[in-house]
């Protein structure tokens, strides 16, 4: 059975739009207030999760941030090439557009029945990207076990947060939270169901 883990970068208020800045928010780019080794213990913690995990999971403006910055095309390094050869499963009720990243499926329809039957297929770590819209249907769903916050030491004030409107509160469970450099905190989250 798969785990589906939700790997969020995440102001220290909740919001996880536009971290880098270009979304046009006003207020991004917080990822570039972090030191350059802070920057490069990220990156190893990025690399780390992807080589752990067996698939991912994203919505298709996620899919879409991603192609447009050459993760499909003109990226390198083992970080990319992992991302570049796991399988993709992306929602998305329209055609994807732009460079093939290789080894996708869209999934259509009931979003969380075919996550649901994902997470049958796969054993091992489902990582799911960005994509604040489909988190939220997930965890509605209680399809979320595991929550990965890379929490930045900034308050944004605006933006899209992680989670908005619930229909039920949600106890979770402190797994594990670590520094990552000088700046950020990894922080690891179960729900108690």
Request: glycine share 10%; charged share 25%; hydrophobic share 40%.
């Amino acid at each position: 059975m798969g785990k589906l883990v939700v790997s969020e970068n995440i102001s220290i208020d909740g919001v996880i739009q536009d971290p880098t800045g270009e979304d046009g928010l006003g207020r991004g780019n917080w990822f570039a207030r972090i030191g350059e080794q802070t920057r490069g213990l990220w990156a190893e913690v990025e690399l780390n999760e992807a080589l752990g995990a067996e698939a991912l999971l994203m919505g298709r403006r996620s899919y879409e941030w991603f192609l447009a910055r050459g993760w499909a095309t003109s990226r390198t390094g083992t970080w990319t090439d992992r991302l570049r050869s796991l399988p993709k499963y992306v929602v998305s009720s329209s055609a994807l557009e732009g460079p093939d990243w290789g080894n996708v499926t869209i999934l259509k329809g009931d979003v969380p029945e075919e996550v649901a039957k994902l997470k049958e297929q796969i054993d091992g770590e489902i990582v799911l990207y960005g994509s604040g819209r489909l988190v939220h249907t997930l965890w509605e769903h209680n399809l979320v076990d595991e929550l990965r916050l890379m929490t930045y030491p900034v308050v944004v004030g605006t933006g899209e947060r992680l989670f908005t409107e619930t229909r039920n509160a949600t106890d979770l469970r402190l797994i594990n939270t670590r520094p990552v450099g000088e700046d950020l905190a990894l922080h690891t989250y179960h729900p108690v169901r």
